[in-house]
């Protein structure tokens, strides 16, 4: 191209550039101003890359693609919800969604909060940003709290989408009201820490948004049986509710509506035995309680705002208290530290369950966790209470275990601390027993008299079922028990106080999880001192050479600790199996489990140690294992296998069992 020379008023000739008609497309792409210099401008010059003046556009790249499909679906999803905008209007009180209000009152006080249609992110991959927006969460809430407070700052409302999956899930057919009626008739009977009332009422609706829609997905996922030929990890269900889990924690959602929908997949991950997510998960949820400031409602309020009903701040005490069961409940067969912390002594034990989920605080009695546990409690407290212990339990294992480690001339435990602790959770047990079978005495007094006349024999039979909830039993009368302050938990069964009933109470499975959790603990605080050789290193694994005798103390311990381990397991697998299996499969906890597998491991070891499969006889010495024993342990292996169809977490504990196998007959 020929330059262009111009005459200037001095006389002198300029040498003047050619210039393109317009930007080169990398600027207007770039949308960077050109100096349009020709065959290649500044900027690409200086860039050093190909300068195109061309008309015609480049071939569009993967990400405006992507960039396009993003724009469109959100077009699409803006239309679909301006088009059902009416409807949801009319439709979306809460009565309509979930539940119907027990009182024209309360229809007419829901009808005044409209639901806000969910928004739908209908992109699949987890790391893109949620609606556009970056998260607004103020980390002055963990990096300096006092300026947090100071400041008066607010968590904002997440900016997160509910994925496409999930919204198909809840939104087919009435599945959100079925779940959540399954849920309260099963789940929520032997674990109750979310309010029925007052989603009843339609005060968790009026909050809805992705936490709400966390919470539905892990009552779904939660009630769900898992799947034959199937993976407990790779249900559809759980995949979709960890993928929105990731989602609401890059968007810096807090809300208690999130943690209880995180409670609910920690509980599914432990029932299905998804190891280490189960471990983890509650981990995840105990640092989440902590961050929301729970259970107390002081440090709670900043975070998850003021509480205006009794029925929410028994809530909030519950969801800590859930949280504070499942950390021990994990620590169980590994003894490992807790994440939660000890409860302190003002804190309170959750109020009776009926009158909780009935919303009548005229019946909600509260009680210290220093409350005496002979004082009547409900299911949930019960369960409270037996976590405690098992804590309790643990953490003198922990501190045998290192006291032995360390050496020395005395025993590494207080021999009074563990007479205590054996005391407190047998006569727990049989206060809990108590409660579960009050015609259990009677009936066995109405059986002695009917077999008397025909019968030599003292002793009368134990009732056909639980037949180690007998007067003698060793858990429940242990040897060396000190009666020296006799009371309603330091005293055995008393069968003549029972009421006159003609027919068995039928036990109740929902209340069974207290029971196993206290069966659990005594299988623990047993098992370190059942052995004739000083195993409490930890070296069993290794051989016995070189290992110290045991002292007397170590003595009384281990005839106590084999006696009760014969009556635990005598009971703990084939009654409990019997009686979980007829109640259903849907009404089944997973929190039974760990008890049944020590009672079959233990059953095992018996066997393999004397041949008697774990029973006593009439005069209490150990059972014949020649008259069937090893049926009886592959009976109950049987039974516990049948349980996996609910929990998976059963087959697990089967598959352990393997390493306690029987290796020969009588």
Known sequence: ?????????????????????????????????????????????????????????????????????????????????????????????????????????????????????????????LWLPAGGSANRFPSALLLDTDVFKWAQLSIPAPPVAVPRDVYDILSRGNTVQDCAAEYFDTVHRWFPFISKKRMTLGHTLWEAGPDLAMLFLGMKLIVTLPREGMESADNPLYTAAKGLLALLESGGCVSLLCLQGMVLVALYEYGQGIYPAAWMSVAGCARYAEMCGLPGFKESWAVLGAVTTWTESEERRRVWWAIYILDRVICLGNKKRFVMPEPEKHYLLPVDDDAWDNGDPGRALSAGITTPLEQPQGRFARLVQSSMLVSRTITHIRTTLRNQQLGGDTDPFDINEVDDLINTLTSFSTLIQQELLPSLGSLTRTQSNNTSTSSTSSTSPPPPNWHFLTSNSVPLNPPYHNPSSPSLLTSPFDFSSSLISPQPQPLNPLSLPPLSLTHSALFLLYDIHCCPENLLDGSGARGFENLQPKTANQHALQVRSVAGLRSLSSGAVRELCMELLDAGLAKVSPLCLDEMYNGLATLRWLWKEGGDNGGTGEDGSPGDGCTGGGLGVMQAAEDVGRLSSRWRLAEEYLGLVGFHDVGGVC
């Not at 770039?30 to 061309?54: E, I, W």
């Not at 990400?63 to 239309?79: G, K, M, P």
């Not at 979930?98 to 009808?111: G, L, R």
């Open 1 to 125: 191209m020929a330059l262009n020379l111009q005459p200037r008023e001095d006389g002198l000739v300029s040498l003047q550039v050619p210039k393109a008609s317009q930007a080169c497309i990398n600027c207007r792409k770039q949308k960077r101003k050109c100096d349009k210099s020709v065959p290649t401008c500044g900027l690409c010059a200086r860039m050093n890359r190909q300068c195109d003046y061309s008309d015609s556009p480049s071939a569009p790249t993967a990400s405006d693609v992507a960039a396009l499909q993003a724009r469109l679906a959100e077009l699409e999803n803006r239309l679909a919800l301006a088009g059902k905008e009416t409807t949801t209007t009319s439709s979306s009180s809460p009565n309509n969604n979930i539940f119907t209000p027990e009182t024209n009152n309360n229809n007419v006080n829901t009808q005044q909060h409209q639901i806000t249609p969910p928004v739908i992110n209908s992109r699949g991959p």
